[in-house]
């Protein structure tokens, strides 16, 4: 009788371990080798080529732009370093500060990432180029005893700007802004 119930249960066990949290989200979208969109909380450094007045160090706005002195405000949010470079000297021309400018932007700090969930010390954390699932929940101090660690939640704000919430596998590479949850086992 007890050998009976085991060869009901085991299957139905195995059924529900395979639909755990998480389960039944899409897969996360591999990776493109596209070049780098800015987003709100990047910081760039601005060289404009014979005036250091206007090389520094600026931070992309909530409102997506950085504010630039005697620029004005040049949107950034969305765009490519090199986009914002020929918004920068397109607004010098405009405004007469410069016959033929040379600017170049550069990424030198990347907005932060997330780790949710059964990590050890969740929290917020320094984006750095080539992350992985894996190493994101390595600086968040590593799964706990209660984690799964085969997969991972990654929510990323699409091109529409809505987030959108994907299973991620522990390779997979993440990227400044996502949240990354870590799901509880259920048994």
Sequence with gaps: MI??????TLPLLAVAACGGPGAGLPPLPDA????????PEDQVRVTVFNDPRL???FRVSD???IALPLVGTVAASGHTTQEVERGIEREMKQKN???DPSVAVQVTS???IFVLGMAEKPGQFPYQPGMTALTAVAVAGGFNYRAIR???SVTRIGPDGRPAEYRATREAL???GDVVTVFERRF
């Design 55 to 57: 090389t520094g160090d």
């Design 3 to 8: 050998a009976r119930r085991l060869i009901w």
């Design 32 to 39: 493109t080798q596209a070049a780098y969109r800015l987003g």
């Design 174 to 176: 993440v990227q400044p």
């Design 150 to 152: 085969d997969y991972v």
């Design 97 to 99: 500060l410069f016959r």
């Design 63 to 65: 409102a997506g732009t």
């Design 110 to 112: 990347y907005r932060p």
